[in-house]
């Protein structure tokens, strides 16, 4: 089951630190794919995390286009309208490596 997000809000819909990493990623031109998303330490973690529960509310809300079996991930049909947001929200914090 896919969370709901605010589709009539980008900026709520975008509020998850990873939904922001996913489309500011694609708005730089940096994230292709879901291996590009992993960061160090508790990578197995937020690779489930983006699978589960933050790129199927992101494909749901049409900001972007995943394809599951190629693992890629392009701008969705909406992603200029959470794009725009992207700069208005509050960076996460970020947590040390366990590496």
Do not use: C, Q
């Amino acid at each position: 089951m896919t969370p709901d997000i605010p589709t009539s809000d980008p900026a709520a819909a975008v509020a998850a630190s990873e939904r922001k990493r996913v489309v500011a990623g694609l708005a730089d031109g940096v994230v292709e794919t879901v291996a590009d998303l992993r960061v160090r330490g508790r990578a197995d973690e937020i690779a489930a995390e983006l699978r589960e529960t933050h790129l199927p509310a992101l494909e749901e809300a049409g900001y972007i286009e995943w394809d599951r079996e190629a693992g890629t991930i392009e701008p969705g049909p909406n992603f200029e309208e959470a794009a725009r947001h992207v700069d208005d929200l509050p960076l996460p914090e970020v947590e040390p490596s366990d590496d």
